[in-house]
């Protein structure tokens, strides 16, 4: 994956991009882009993706085009997340996460054979770990091992592993799939090794300057002792706090369910909205894809968007599942009394608030379940969310 901050997109090469279970969005023909050499390449579509970055996933926007590298990580995903990229450090970090980079020109070695180390037989239907050493030494130190295409064992499958091929004898894992014993010699071909340019084991740091400054700040009633309890927990559980507008979180603890018996599908119109508010219901349509919220597809169930003002001024991308509400069996889950809740805080002196970045948008929905989440838009084009959102 190449990191490319002159890059204003990010990019996917087409044959990984048909590789994946995403669905990719053709786009039409006359749409290119301009390489750094000048050159015009065409684009071929358009797939919403999760990328994976240090310990975290991000849900981002991926063209597909013809080009070299696997995937080019471009400006936008990086000014998205809030990535700093540091050059001195040959690093990138996010979130108080520091993640590093190699050099373009880095030159991987050829992978190398491991050899058998001593005579083992392999039970019949059954897995086990084969002493192996690598055929020429010293050639790189970490890899991972891949499964031999010219291994002449047929039923015989070796699993990927990370290994230090510095180490007195290498582990392979083997799993013998046939109903008779296999027996492998010294020094048989048993698996290849493919190198590893570089192991980084960093822990998460805390960074006070750009995370839960806020609250850092209301530290200074708190004597010293206090204070440094305080951030040892927050570090602790510092992943639970959002760090920039579209990290709401996520929760999988359970999974929303809708219930609307053998009911057929409702499908309502879209409502007309005027000119002048299209664009902005276009820009939270495409900022809710790109976070993963929702996805287009379509379905048999369809419920219109309604654009609603909040007190600060700013717009609530609504949809009006008044219908479906109707229809769809309700659980009963009895909210706590109020004066029970007071009754537990007595006697304590300390109290902390918690608020959530969002109290919508952050459920799943079960996928069997999403075809009922459908609205219009504009006509053109149905989306479905894969969170719980406000009017469910």
Same mark, same amino acid.
């Given at each position: #994956? ?6 204003? %997109? ?12 995403? !669905? ?38 991926? @063209? ?20 700093? %990229? ?19 020109? *880095? ?8 050899? %058998?180390?001593?005579?083992?037989? #392999? ?18 130190? @970490?890899? *991972? ?8 064992? /047929?039923? =015989? ?14 582990? =392979? ?20 090794? +493919?190198?590893? *340019? ?11 300057? !750009?995370?839960? $400054?806020?609250?850092? +700040?209301?530290? +200074? #009633?708190?004597?010293?002792? !206090? &204070?440094?309890? =305080? ?54 349509? &495409?900022? #809710? *894809? ?12 369809? $419920? ?24 769809? /069996? ?59 959102? @406000?009017?469910?």
């Amino acid at each position: #994956m190449l990191v490319d901050t002159g890059a204003n %997109v990010t990019l996917l090469r087409t044959d990984l991009a048909q590789k994946l279970k995403e !669905q990719l969005i053709y786009t039409a023909p006359n749409i290119s882009l301009k390489t750094a050499t000048g050159e015009k390449t065409e684009i071929r579509g358009k797939l919403d993706a999760s990328i994976e970055c240090g310990s975290r996933k991000f849900h981002h926007r991926i @063209y597909v085009a013809d080009i070299t590298d696997p995937c080019i990580l471009g400006l936008d995903f990086l000014q998205k997340f809030n990535f700093t %990229v540091d050059l001195e450090k040959n690093e990138i970090r996010t979130g108080g996460e520091e993640i590093p980079l190699f050099s373009a020109s *880095v030159q991987h070695s050829k992978s190398c054979s491991v050899l %058998v180390k001593k005579r083992t037989i #392999m039970p019949a239907r059954s897995e086990c770990l084969i002493q192996g050493i690598p055929e020429v030494p010293g050639q790189f130190r @970490y890899a *991972v091992t891949d499964f031999h295409s010219q291994v002449p064992q /047929k039923g =015989v499958l070796v699993a990927a592993t990370l290994v230090d091929l510095e180490k007195e004898a290498i582990p =392979v894992r083997v799993l013998n799939l046939n109903n008779t014993p296999k027996i492998l010699d010294i020094g048989a071909v048993i698996v290849t090794c +493919e190198p590893v *340019v570089d192991i980084v084991a960093r822990p998460q740091e805390f960074s006070e300057a !750009q995370h839960l $400054s806020s609250i850092l +700040e209301s530290l +200074e #009633m708190l004597n010293e002792k !206090q &204070q440094i309890e =305080v951030r040892k927990l927050l570090k602790e559980f510092q992943n639970l706090f959002s760090t920039c507008d579209a990290d709401v979180g996520r929760c999988n603890m359970t999974q929303h369910r809708i219930n609307t018996g053998d009911h057929p599908p409702i499908k309502q119109y879209p409502r007309r909205l005027p000119l002048a508010r299209k664009e902005e219901a276009e820009h939270l349509v &495409q900022e #809710m *894809v790109d976070n993963g919220i929702i996805e287009e597809s379509s379905g048999p169930w369809a $419920s219109p968007i309604v654009l609603v003002k909040k007190k600060d001024g700013s717009t609530r991308f609504c949809v009006d599942y008044r219908k479906l509400n109707e229809i769809t /069996k309700k659980d009963s889950y009895p909210l706590p009394r109020i004066d029970d809740i007071l009754d537990a805080l007595n006697g304590s002196q300390w109290f902390t608030t918690l608020d959530l970045k969002s109290g919508y948008c952050r459920d799943e929905i079960l996928p069997l379940f999403c075809v009922f989440s459908f609205f219009c838009y504009f006509g053109e084009i149905s989306l479905f969310f894969l969170l719980l959102n @406000y009017n469910l």
